[in-house]
């Protein structure tokens, strides 16, 4: 069983930036991929970035232009996205979600259905 916490949203000005954190619990996280979503209300949840359980290999949505990264740090059950240059349309709710544990130390997903474990949400609200 994995628990994920989301942190680091709020109310930003537009080109500001945010580092969102992942905390999990749980002794299989570190052979999980774990992605980054987030939603509007009325709107499917979007694939944001997913990155694999080694570190090693990362994916971003095609929005992202560059200004988004996700990284993370296995010692500390954490994963973080940082997102600069923000833009009011970045505001959503941000959503992490892990996979099951893999052999896989390089896969990403991108499909929700991938992730059985999801946190709660962080709001990051961009004003203009």
């Known amino acids: 069983q994995v628990q994920l916490v989301e942190s680091g949203g709020g109310l930003v000005q537009a080109g500001g930036s945010l580092r969102l954190s992942c905390a999990a619990s749980?002794?299989?996280?570190?052979?999980?991929?774990v992605g980054w979503f987030r939603q509007v209300p009325r709107k499917e949840r979007e694939f944001i970035a997913a990155i694999s359980w080694s570190g090693l290999n990362a994916y971003y949505f095609d929005s992202a232009n560059g200004r988004i990264s996700i990284y993370r740090d296995n010692a500390k059950n954490t994963v973080y996205l940082q997102i600069n240059s923000l833009k009011p349309e970045d505001t959503a709710g941000y959503y992490c979600a892990a996979s099951p544990p893999s052999d896989s130390s390089d896969t990403v997903y991108t499909e929700r259905e991938m992730y059985n474990y999801w946190g709660q949400g962080t709001q990051v609200t961009v004003s203009s």
């Open positions: 749980g002794r299989t996280f570190s052979r999980s991929a």
